[in-house]
């Protein structure tokens, strides 16, 4: 840093060293933050019970349409079920179909990118475009088309998910692939007869895990708006299972005297969203300080 | 140039015939044959039989797509089980709302964008800063939709100021059919109450529509003339006594512009998937609102041919922003490509 | 500082003590400290030292084009023609760029605009400043264009900066910062990043705009043979200070400081040849943050005594020379000539 007052570009936004301890302290944050929302979440998919004795589908005395109230922490919703164990409830099928989506599209991406990073040029240039293809179109668009066409249910949206979610990995994998094939160890183990998973495995995959990670966390926030999204327009996880897309479609009726129906299940999302940013911000600025120390 | 152009429009030519693969695919995939499926679930038997021939469904697939293709060009979509009318028929009538909120939504966007994008630029401060990253924020988290039923609970339920949804309210005449855009219409044929009213509708729906894209970009814009207020050409032209308006307006956003007009046509791909959405939640009549119902009423020959045309149309404006790349910066004219 | 009394016109451009701070993750630092020279017209002042040593600060400072966020000029002032240029505001300063002062920057590469023709490029001093009429001023930058040496012109003017070389690029640049008639040119590194060829061309160029119009130029260089061919006066800087000033040949030929004779070695001021560097030194210059106590180059110097680790010397006449040196052994006489070379390393 000192060396920033000889020759200094000149047009440097803020004092450098003034940023590095603000934005340190700001990764601390939202790391916690960050993995106390996602947890929580997680714990809210896996084992609702923890958070909430209603059952999702019973029909309670205080009638449709009452507001959030000791009793029902949400209220209850258009047929008087406990929209608060609704929504716990849906974090399990709204989480599990993201999850499922961004793995099993990374899972595919990763093995297209590797294939397409060690392979031959014709190879490689016939996998890149079939991967501009996918990527020359809005995805959600043609997801929804798809899983229009699968029919009804949950895995149909993971498929078509999937399908749209994998050629951006294959493409960010490709790339790291390519730019960390000459570094001089990787040849060393290619030289040596390694095959291409074992050499990504063992030599490529510590570098690249601070752009994975930050790819990988975006991507559950995004995942989860495009599920949400497709089950708002009906498809995913049918009624009477909770979905946070689908409950949000339901409560547009009630606009006017159910405004949690709509708040709610929105939040949720936007929650999830964000926290699994801040988590991944916040694992990323550990890592890099971590490294930071090494570099000089 | 010519022959970028070129590449380009080959490129883009291998786009729509790769949707319709996509498209022939789905047909294929959805249970029943691709016959029943266009005909609709209403058509008498002579139609599907009809259909069937006209597909060539008991030739080969590759004959089959063939078919299938010819049927495209001669605009013949299907049938929707839901109206029994011809998709094409639907589609002209559910069109001209969904372009009346897609163009206006998308020219204040852009006409907001850029300014903002080049006011949070030189106002390097706390405030700026602090303004772009929340709205990131907003952008990253809230799906389209939740932002969209939230205007609505605040300024229909609550503060009555705006329509719950609709073009218009349901009691209220349609102006004279010239376009199909009421706007248009209404203000065509004087019919000025009308036009107010239909302006009253559009405010939230475009609204939604234009801060769920300013979250997303403005960020960039803002990034991007910063890297360009960074540029030694710029400390030359304040060399030269240029400053202010003329310095940002003919030096910079020439140059800030190409990674901004990128992310525009990438934000009208997000604009074109949100639709569907949008006009749902303000039950907005349009081709969102059809493909909506027909998700919901298992009626697939509107929704092939939506994904047809929401496609057809992401390409064609990509194939415009690409074009136009070549006009704001001159390197790109000369250099091979 | 006092003046030298060959001349005895009034300078165009006046610099005392000219200090620009600069506030780097919460310290103050000064590039730019206590620089001051006197230009007249026709002359040329040629500012040379290492990267780093300010003089990129000190043609910015003057132009008034630091980044404002985190430098700004703390003291002295520049007098052009009377006006002091720091004390102006910055629509003052605006009205004067390019046309009573301008600056030519360095880079040609990065420094033009690509989206913008060489030919709205170069006209645009004059239109900003309604100098002349679109006409006038097309007119008036095909002129100096072609007398620089750009080929197919009026067409030219429509080129793109990409479509020209790098040598044609610098001239553009000429041409830009001389169309305004300015009484002052402030040139940063207008030799670096061409090839000898043009350098030569470019240094002739110069040489001639100066003959024909009496331009004062401020030269910011390391290249010696640039120096040697067309400078009046030179100032030698370290560390952000000034540490020899005086006629060209003269610093050549009887350097008055440790460190100037450690850049020259036994460079001929007759014979230099374009593009000598400086750099003969070993030892790398302080960083800013961290300057030595005392006189800033001491670490590096040969003769260097107790008291030049304690004292910052001051600018001072050097007896038996016009030059003046901020050495404190020169002030008395005391720097013999041909001493040893300069030291390696730390001691």
């Known amino acids: 840093m000192a060396s920033s007052a000889i020759g200094l570009p000149l047009r440097r936004e803020a004092p450098a060293r003034a940023r590095w301890s603000q934005s340190e302290r700001s990764r601390r944050v939202f790391l916690i933050v960050g993995s106390v929302i996602v947890a929580v979440f997680v714990i809210a998919a896996v084992v609702p019970q923890l958070f909430t004795s209603q059952n999702p589908n019973a029909l309670y005395a205080s009638g449709p349409l009452s507001p959030p109230s000791s009793q029902h922490w949400l209220g209850t919703d258009e047929l008087g079920r406990d929209f608060f164990a609704r929504v716990v409830y849906g974090a399990r099928a709204s989480l599990t179909m993201s999850v499922l989506v961004v793995a099993i599209g990374a899972a595919i991406g990763v093995l297209v990118g590797v294939v397409a990073g060690f392979a031959g040029r014709r190879v490689d240039d016939v996998l890149m475009r079939v991967v501009d293809l996918f990527l020359s179109f809005p995805g959600f668009v043609l997801a929804l088309a798809l899983a229009a066409a699968l029919g009804r249910g949950e895995r149909s949206v993971v498929i078509a998910l999937s399908i749209v979610w994998w050629p951006s990995y294959a493409r960010l994998i490709r790339g790291m692939v390519l730019s960390l094939k000459h570094r001089l160890h990787v040849e060393s183990a290619r030289a040596l007869g390694a095959g291409p998973f074992r050499i990504v495995r063992k030599h490529m995959l510590p570098f690249m895990w601070e752009q994975l990670n930050a790819r990988v966390t975006q991507d559950l926030g995004y995942a989860l708006v495009n599920v949400a999204g497709l089950g708002f327009v009906g498809l995913g996880a049918q009624p009477p299972t909770p979905e946070w897309g689908s409950l949000l479609e339901a409560g547009l009726q009630y606009v006017a005297n159910g405004w949690w129906l709509t708040v709610f299940p929105g939040l949720a999302i936007t929650l999830w969203t964000l926290g699994v940013a801040m988590l991944g911000d916040g694992i990323s600025g550990f890592a890099r300080s971590e490294r930071s120390v090494h570099r000089r | ?33 691709p016959a029943l499926v266009l005909a609709g679930m209403g058509a008498k038997k002579s139609q599907v039989h009809a259909l069937y021939v006209q597909l060539g469904l008991n030739k ?34 559910y069109l001209p709302a969904t372009i009346e909120l897609v163009v206006i939504s998308f020219t204040i966007y852009v006409l907001l964008a850029i300014p903002l994008g080049a006011w949070a630029a030189r106002r390097q401060g706390r405030v700026a800063e602090a303004f772009v990253r929340v709205t990131a924020i907003i952008g990253s988290g809230m799906p389209v939709f939740w932002l969209g039923a939230l205007f609505q609970g605040l300024f229909f339920a609550k503060l009555h100021w705006l329509p719950v949804g609709g073009e218009l309210a349901i009691t209220a005449s349609a102006p004279p059919d010239r376009t199909g855009i009421y706007l248009i219409d209404s203000a065509l044929a004087g019919q000025w109450g009308t036009f107010w009213q239909t302006i009253l509708h559009l405010i939230l729906p475009v609204a939604t529509i234009v801060i769920a894209m300013l979250a997303v970009g403005l960020r960039s814009t803002r990034a991007s003339v910063l890297q360009e207020l960074r540029r030694p050409y710029v400390r030359t032209a304040e060399s030269k006594g240029v400053a202010g308006v003329r310095l940002m307006a003919v030096h910079v956003m020439k140059n800030a512009l190409n990674p901004v007009v990128s992310l525009l046509g990438l934000q009208f791909g997000f604009l074109l998937g949100w639709i569907c959405l949008v006009e749902t939640v303000f039950s907005w009549p349009g081709i969102g609102l059809y493909l909506y119902n027909s998700i919901q009423s ?9 994904t047809l045309l929401i496609s057809g149309t992401f390409i064609v404006v990509n194939l415009l922003t690409d074009l136009i790349y070549p006009i704001l910066d001159p390197r790109l004219r000369d250099r091979q490509e | 500082m006092t003046a030298d009394v060959r001349e005895t016109a009034e300078p165009v451009l006046e610099v005392r003590g000219l200090r620009t701070a600069l506030h780097i993750g919460g310290t103050q630092l000064y590039p730019v400290d206590g620089v001051g020279f006197e230009l007249r017209s026709g002359e040329t002042v040629a500012i040379v030292g290492e990267s780093g040593s300010g003089k990129s600060m000190t043609a910015l400072s003057l132009m008034g084009l630091l980044p404002n966020r985190i430098a700004k000029v703390v003291g002295g002032a520049a007098l052009l023609q009377g006006r002091d240029l720091l004390a102006l505001n910055p629509k003052a300063m605006r009205e004067l760029r390019g046309v009573e002062i301008s600056y030519m920057p360095q880079d040609p590469v990065s420094a033009l605009n690509p989206a913008l023709t060489i030919g709205r490029q170069v006209m645009e001093p004059l239109l900003v400043h309604r100098k002349a009429s679109r006409d006038e001023a097309e007119s008036r930058a095909v002129e100096l264009l072609g007398n620089l040496g750009i080929p197919n012109l009026p067409a030219s003017l429509s080129a793109y900066p990409h479509q020209l070389s790098g040598g044609m690029r610098q001239r553009v640049l000429l041409a830009m910062s001389l169309i305004g008639r300015p009484k002052v040119l402030i040139a940063d590194e207008p030799t670096t990043s061409v090839d000898v060829t043009t350098q030569e061309q470019i240094i002739d160029l110069l040489w001639a705009i100066q003959r024909e119009t009496q331009l004062g130029i401020v030269l910011i ?31 050549f030929e009887r350097p008055m400081h440790p460190y100037t004779r450690g850049l020259l070695q036994s460079v001929d001021f007759d014979e230099v040849e374009p593009r000598t560097r400086l750099f003969a030194l070993d030892g790398n210059p302080p960083q800013l943050a961290d300057l030595p106590s005392g006189c800033a180059f001491n670490p590096r110097c040969a003769h260097r005594v107790q008291a030049c680790m304690e004292v910052v010397p001051e600018l001072a006449s050097v007896p038996g020379s016009q030059s003046l040196s901020a050495c404190l052994l020169a002030a008395q006489g005391l720097l013999t000539p041909a001493s040893g070379g300069p030291v390696t390393g730390n001691d």
């Open chain 2, 1 to 33: 140039m010519i022959a970028y152009a070129g590449r380009r429009l080959g490129w883009a030519l291998v786009l729509l015939w790769a949707v319709t693969v996509f498209t022939f695919v789905l047909l294929h995939l959805i249970p029943g044959n």
């Open chain 2, 60 to 93: 080969p697939l590759p004959v089959q797509y063939l078919k299938y293709v010819e049927g495209l060009v001669h605009l013949n979509l299907g049938r929707s089980a839901v109206t029994g009318d011809a998709v094409t028929t639907d589609l002209a009538h």
């Open chain 2, 298 to 306: 298992f009626d697939y020959a509107p929704i092939m041919a939506i």
């Open chain 3, 221 to 251: 260089t390391h290249d010696l043979g640039v120096v040697a061919r067309i400078a009046t006066r030179v100032l030698v800087m370290y560390a952000g200070r000034v540490v020899e000033y005086g006629e060209a040949e003269e610093v």
